[in-house]
C-alpha cells in the first residue's frame, strides 16, 4: 500500500463478520480489494465465528487486510462498533459481511468529500439484489439528483422517503465524524443503527449523494438460510428510539410537519407489518398483539388501526382474510420493486 497523501487520504473498509456463508464474505472481501483506489486498508472484526470464516480468513495474503477479534462474543452493534474502532483511515466505510461494493465506489465518492470539508458523509445508489445472484436486481433505494445538500435538506427528504431507506454499504463517513456518533453502536439500537448513524451524521455536517449504483445489499431471511432470529419486537422498539432521535435533531426547526408524519407513518408501517407476518406465520398471534402495543406505546397511537387490526387475528375472520392478506402483500412488494426499479 502506497503511502496516503492529503489529495488521497487512507480509507478504511470495515467488515464485521459472524459465522457468514462463505461465498457471501468471500464475495464481499473480494470487493473490497478490487476497489480502484489503492489507499486503503479492510479491517474484518470476526465475532467468534465457528464455522469456516476463520480458515478462510487466515489464508488470506493480500497485506491490506487486518483480522481483528473481539475479546468476547458481542451483539451485532457492539461488533460493528468494534470494527470500526480499529480503522486507521481518515475516512471509514462499513460493508457488511454478505454485501458488495462496485471497484469504483471508493474512488467515486473521496474526491468529493476532500473538495468539501463541511461535508460529514457521502453516499450513492444501493441496489437490492436476491440473495443467491448478485446480478439479479429487485429494486433500487434511492433514485434521486446528484448532489451536495444542505443538512436540514437532505435529512428532510430522507424523511420524505417511503417506505425503506438502506445507506450500507453505500455510503463513506469521516471518520472523525465516527468517532462522534459511535456511541450508537452500543446497544442502544438494535439493527436499525444504519439509519440512526445517517440521521445523526446530519449533525455534523453536509451530504453529498451520487446518483450511480455503487453498492449492492443482498435481500435474504433465516428461510434462505441467514443466521438470524424473530426480530419483529426490536425492530418496533428501533423505530420508535429513530422517530425520538429525529425530533431531537438540532438541524430541523422544532415542531416540523414532516417529523410528526414521519412518527405516524413509523407507526402504520409497523402495524401492518404485524399483519402481513402474522398473517404469514412468521410471528405468533400473541406476539402480533405485544407488538400492537409496543406500536401503540413507542411510537404514536393509531387507535382505529389497531383496532381494525386486533379484530382481523380472531377466528373466522382470521381465516376468511388470510388469502387477501397474503395477495396484499405481494402486490405491495411488487410496487415497491416496480417503483424504484431502474429508469
Not at 34 to 48: G, K, P, R
Not at 170 to 198: C, T
Not at 203 to 209: A, K, R, T
Request: aromatic share 12%; glycine share 4%.
Amino acid at each position: 500500500m502506497s503511502t496516503p497523501t492529503p489529495s488521497q487520504p487512507l480509507v478504511s473498509i470495515v467488515i464485521p463478520v459472524y459465522n457468514q456463508k462463505l461465498q457471501y464474505l468471500r464475495e464481499a472481501l473480494e470487493s473490497a480489494f478490487a476497489q480502484t483506489y489503492t489507499h486503503l486498508e479492510v479491517v474484518v472484526s470476526d465475532n467468534h465465528s465457528t464455522n469456516d470464516v476463520p480458515a478462510y480468513l487466515a489464508s488470506v495474503t493480500d497485506t491490506r487486510l487486518r483480522v481483528r477479534k473481539p475479546d468476547q462474543f458481542l451483539p451485532m452493534a457492539q461488533n460493528f462498533q468494534f470494527a470500526a474502532d480499529q480503522a486507521t483511515g481518515e475516512f471509514v466505510v462499513f460493508l457488511c459481511s454478505d454485501d458488495y461494493l462496485y471497484p469504483n465506489f471508493v474512488r467515486s465518492l473521496i474526491p468529493e468529500l476532500i473538495e468539501r470539508p463541511n461535508t460529514s458523509f457521502g453516499y450513492a445508489e444501493l441496489e437490492c439484489v436476491e440473495h443467491y445472484d448478485l446480478e439479479k436486481i429487485r429494486f433500487f433505494y434511492h433514485r434521486k439528483d446528484t448532489a451536495y445538500r444542505p443538512a436540514n435538506e437532505s435529512l428532510l427528504e430522507l424523511l420524505n422517503v417511503r417506505p425503506l431507506l438502506g445507506f450500507f454499504p453505500s455510503l463513506i463517513m469521516r471518520r472523525s465524524a465516527y468517532q462522534q456518533i459511535r456511541h450508537l453502536l452500543s446497544g442502544e439500537f438494535f439493527f436499525a443503527f444504519d439509519v440512526a448513524i445517517v440521521f445523526s451524521l446530519h449533525e455534523l455536517g453536509d451530504v453529498f449523494y451520487l446518483n450511480k449504483p455503487l453498492g449492492k445489499v443482498r435481500y435474504w431471511t433465516a428461510i434462505d438460510g441467514k443466521t438470524s432470529d424473530d426480530r419483529f419486537l426490536e425492530f418496533i422498539s428501533d423505530a420508535g428510539k429513530l422517530c425520538t432521535l429525529v425530533e431531537q435533531s438540532s438541524v430541523l426547526a422544532p415542531g416540523n410537519p414532516t417529523v410528526r408524519e414521519w412518527r405516524l407513518f413509523q407507526a402504520r408501517r409497523w402495524l401492518l407489518v404485524a399483519l402481513f407476518w402474522s398473517v404469514r406465520g412468521n410471528i405468533s398471534v400473541e406476539k402480533t398483539r405485544r407488538g400492537i402495543d409496543q406500536v401503540e406505546q413507542q411510537i404514536a397511537r393509531q387507535p382505529i388501526w389497531s383496532s381494525l387490526l386486533l379484530w382481523s387475528l380472531g377466528n373466522p375472520q382470521a381465516k376468511l382474510l388470510r388469502p387477501l392478506f397474503r395477495g396484499t402483500f405481494q402486490t405491495l412488494w411488487s410496487l415497491q420493486s416496480l417503483i424504484k426499479k431502474p429508469m
